[in-house]
């Protein structure tokens, strides 16, 4: 009787752990046929997971990520001295994508495991990687983003 009490309780502690509000931020560079995360933001905390979570959560996102980029500036110096454009290229680079013409990143947020939903935030400038570095854009090709 007592492991049947135990383990009604671990299921119950496990149940509540789950029912948790958690709230995902990340910046993406999308593709034709898919999207690559470049960057995810720390956990934004969230009351609940109905749509006021999820406005709560966008609104937390939309904060963080023009924080970290000054407001989608991919030229931004971060405060390590490099920019976030080449905070993205390097880790493209580090991910097998070493050449990136005239894409925009952007803002996403995820709220308790759902899909993830556009932010309304994107950069400002469309982001160029040659070889893993970030240059200028010189070309007025078309995006394909």
Same mark, same amino acid.
């Not at 937390?60 to 989608?72: I, K, P, Q, Y």
């Given at each position: ?5 135990? %383990?009604? %309780?671990? *299921?119950?502690?496990? =149940? *509540?752990?789950? $029912? ?6 990340? =910046?993406?560079? #999308?593709?034709?046929? #898919? ?5 995810? $933001? ?20 939309? =904060?963080?990520? #023009?924080?970290? *980029? ?7 110096? #971060? ?10 290229? +390097? ?27 556009? =932010?309304?935030?994107? +950069?400002?400038?469309? %982001?160029?990687?040659? *070889? ?14």
């Amino acid at each position: 009787m007592m492991q049947v009490f135990l %383990l009604l %309780l671990a *299921s119950a502690a496990f =149940a *509540s752990a789950q $029912a948790e509000p958690w709230c995902r931020c990340a =910046a993406f560079v #999308t593709y034709e046929h #898919t999207e690559i995360m470049v960057y995810e $933001a720390p956990e934004i905390a969230i009351e609940t997971c109905d749509a006021a979570g999820a406005d709560d959560c966008k609104a937390g996102c939309v =904060a963080e990520l #023009t924080a970290a *980029s000054d407001n989608g500036d991919l030229w931004h110096i #971060t405060d390590d001295g490099q920019t976030v454009g080449q905070y993205i290229c +390097s880790y493209l680079a580090d991910h097998r994508f070493f050449s990136i013409y005239n894409h925009r990143v952007y803002g996403y947020y995820e709220v308790c495991g759902g899909a993830w939903q556009y =932010a309304d935030l994107l +950069s400002q400038q469309m %982001l160029c990687c040659v *070889s893993g570095k970030h240059e200028h854009c010189v070309s007025a090709q078309k995006s394909s983003s």
